[in-house]
């Protein structure tokens, strides 16, 4: 019997990849900034033709963060990153669903 291979955890594969996960680490930064961002936007309450100006910086923030995450999730899952995809894959899922809830814990409306 050979001697037994451990199991090694999540963190423990990420960390001991052969290349610098750099694409997979850029995922994961800007799906935070972008969240951050509208989280931010979804807490402000805007005046007047602020309505717009709010759902400009919405669209926006997933437009720009989606390419970014889309983009360096192939170039990662390219590289052959560990999880390098899935990070990016699920920043996006996390925008959608953060503004899925404020929608529909505020009445079917984002503000006011």
């Not at 995450?69 to 990153?81: L, Q, T």
Request: without cysteine; glycine residues 8%.
């Amino acid at each position: 019997m050979g001697v037994e291979k451990r199991r090694r955890s999540l963190l423990d594969r990420f960390l001991e990849q052969e290349r610098n996960p750099v694409l997979t680490i850029t995922s994961a930064l800007t799906t935070a900034l972008v969240w951050m961002v509208i989280v931010m936007d979804l807490l402000h309450t805007p005046k007047d033709l602020g309505d717009l100006a709010e759902l400009a910086l919405l669209v926006l923030a997933f437009v720009v963060g989606t390419l970014i995450n889309a983009i360096a999730g192939a170039f990662a899952f390219s590289r052959r990153e560990y999880l390098g995809g899935r990070v990016a894959a699920l920043g996006i899922v996390l925008w959608f669903l953060t503004v899925a809830l404020v929608f529909f814990v505020r009445g079917n409306r984002l503000w006011r």
